[in-house]
């Protein structure tokens, strides 16, 4: 099974950035997608962003359109979500995934250990 191993993350003031990374292993990611999740206290879990890793395809949510950007480098194995124009609803823990093309979570099979991401105003 793939393990993900997530960096990144952090407080940071509204309008801020913040990049997070999410480094794979156990498998060859070229085929499957990554997904960004991300869970606020006492909500559910909610997609963020999504792409295929051959980079073809990426889908995005409303609330973070324009302001983030999913990304990968295949040689690093590695995906990232570059977060820019905080707000303090983006204030979660994020998660990334592998697995399926989707915005559900039940398509990812394997998970990141998840990152808190902290704005203030």
């Known amino acids: 099974q793939a393990q993900l191993v997530q960096s990144g993350g952090g407080l940071v003031q509204a309008g801020g950035s913040l990049r997070l990374s999410c480094a794979a292993s156990?498998?060859?990611?070229?085929?499957?997608?990554m997904g960004w999740f991300r869970q606020a206290p006492g909500k559910e879990r909610e997609f963020v962003a999504a792409?295929?890793?051959?980079?073809?395809?990426?889908h995005y949510a409303d609330s973070v359109k324009g302001r983030f950007t999913i990304s990968r480098d295949n040689a690093k194995n590695t995906g990232y979500l570059q977060m820019n124009s905080l707000q303090r609803e983006d204030t979660a823990v994020y998660y990334c995934?592998?697995?399926?093309?989707?915005?559900?979570?039940?398509?990812?099979?394997?998970w990141g250990q998840g990152t808190q991401v902290t704005v203030s105003s």
């Open positions: 156990g498998r060859t990611f070229s085929r499957y997608a």
């Open positions: 995934a592998a697995g399926g093309y989707s915005t559900t979570t039940y398509e990812y099979d394997s």
């Open positions: 792409m295929l890793w051959s980079g073809i395809s990426t």
